[in-house]
């Protein structure tokens, strides 16, 4: 209980670990400093410091009084419109403006989204692909009784058989394609996992287990038939069924899709 708590709590916004630097950050917005002094500390934090400073940063910045005050909100949205703002802060800039609870700038926030997004869905989870946990990935991955990602899906000697084996899933997609994967599930089938119905352009239907996607058409197993390579240039319509991997959007937070798919980016050993 020092008569002035500031001068060490800057000391500890200074340390060589990044752990104490973070803990010294949460206890600024605990002290009784100038919130105008405080602000200016929390920007140069968001401006220069490791990503998760400027991640607590961020959050500590929505639970000021007064916070949707702050014209620093104009310049993080303004970042954010022009492509400015890293992926690894997106998230936490999200959680702040609610925390304000401004529905002014809830408002901005969301219009901003919606056209630089332009309405894709890939686009509006950018900020999962940078800045996430392994560590609570790998819970997640294992432990989130919701989520039941091992109840499916294989990995090392564990897991299901439901959906593909995980083992080397780095090595083969990119980590947009895994995000893609866990938010909307449908739209990428796993070889050997994805039913596809297929109208060809001479009036028959094939339907088939869609088991390798090639340059120039798709490879079927169709019922006890070997596989069957149907020309793309003779299919004039294609469905894929829905896939039985639940969507993630609708059980995990941005939070936890972004920590999930930091762990499943570093599955890059092969299954042996």
């Not at 200074?14 to 950050?25: P, T, W």
């Not at 949460?26 to 929390?42: A, P």
């Not at 089938?189 to 090639?214: C, H, I, R, W």
């Not at 039985?244 to 980016?265: G, V, Y």
Request: with cysteine; net charge negative; aromatic share 4%.
């Amino acid at each position: 209980k020092p008569d002035s708590i500031l001068d060490h709590i800057e000391l500890a916004m200074k340390d060589n670990s990044r752990a104490v630097r973070v803990v010294g950050l949460d206890l600024l917005t605990k002290t009784d400093i100038s919130q105008d002094l405080m602000v200016n500390l929390l920007q140069d934090v968001i401006q220069n410091r490791t990503t998760a400073e400027k991640q607590a940063a961020l959050l500590s910045l929505g639970n000021l009084e007064n916070s949707a005050e702050l014209p620093i909100w104009n310049t993080l949205l303004d970042d954010l419109s022009k492509n400015k703002l890293p992926k690894e802060v997106m998230i936490e800039l999200e959680e702040a403006i609610d925390a304000t609870n401004s529905a002014e700038l809830r408002a901005n926030y969301d219009k901003i989204q919606e056209t630089r997004t332009n309405g894709d869905l890939v686009a509006l989870y950018s900020g999962a692909l940078e800045g996430g946990s392994v560590r609570a990935g790998r819970n997640i991955f294992f432990q989130n009784q919701t989520a039941q990602c091992i109840r499916c899906h294989g990995y090392d000697d564990m897991g299901g058989v439901a959906g593909p084996h995980l083992n080397g899933i780095a090595n083969r997609v990119t980590k947009t394609e895994l995000l893609e994967a866990l938010i909307d599930p449908s739209k990428r089938l796993a070889p050997g996992y994805g039913f596809v119905q297929l109208e060809l352009k001479d009036g028959t239907s094939v339907n088939g287990t869609l088991m390798e996607e090639k340059e120039d058409g798709l490879v079927l197993k169709v019922g006890a038939k070997p596989d069957t390579l149907i020309m793309n240039s003779s299919i004039a319509e294609r469905k894929n069924s829905p896939s039985s991997m639940p969507d993630m959007k609708a059980i995990l937070t941005k939070r936890e899709i972004r920590d999930l798919l930091s762990f499943l980016s570093t599955m890059d050993k092969e299954w042996e």
